[in-house]
């Protein structure tokens, strides 16, 4: 299939039309549906290894929280989308989730680590308190002595 060539597909499961992988983005022809590639957050491939099966799906979840089901593309053309996902750098939805996990981990541990420095900056305080109660109690002692 050639560069800008559209791929025949469905959009959730109903309306068929042509899905046309371009530069700037995703355009689907038939219920007008044009998803930036700015927009993209991560995309998926459905039904790719199933053998028995002519078609495969592609879903797009746009930053937004919008997802876009693609149904119905002939498995022909999964090489040359494949293929246009990569050299866009779309994140595929496992790697996003990975990301997110990692982006998790990393704000509980700084979450944790900044506890923890809290904790030793009043246990050193509560020292100094004691500290400076002996002292006065010392000067204290001192005095009426």
């Known amino acids: 299939m050639k560069q800008g060539a559209a791929v025949k597909c469905n959009i959730k499961t109903v309306n068929d039309g042509f899905l046309f992988p371009t530069d700037v983005g995703l355009w689907f022809v038939n219920k007008f549906v044009f998803v930036?590639?700015?927009d993209?957050?991560?995309i998926?491939?459905?039904r790719t290894s199933a053998v028995?099966?002519?078609t495969f799906d592609l879903t797009v979840m746009t930053k937004d929280?919008?997802?876009h089901?693609?149904?119905m593309i002939e498995k022909?053309?999964?090489t040359r989308l494949l293929e246009y996902?990569?050299?866009l750098k779309f994140k595929t939805k496992d790697e996003a989730d990975k990301e997110k996990a990692k982006a998790k981990a990393d704000a509980e541990k700084e979450k944790a680590s900044g506890v923890k420095q809290e904790g030793n900056e009043e246990a050193k305080g509560g020292q100094k308190s004691a500290k400076t109660e002996e002292g006065d109690a010392a000067k204290d002692v001192k005095v009426e002595g």
């Open 36 to 38: 930036p590639k700015k």
């Open 40 to 42: 993209v957050q991560w």
């Open 44 to 46: 998926e491939f459905g």
């Open 52 to 54: 028995s099966t002519r």
């Open 65 to 67: 929280g919008v997802k």
């Open 69 to 71: 089901e693609f149904s």
């Open 76 to 78: 022909e053309e999964h």
């Open 85 to 87: 996902t990569k050299k």
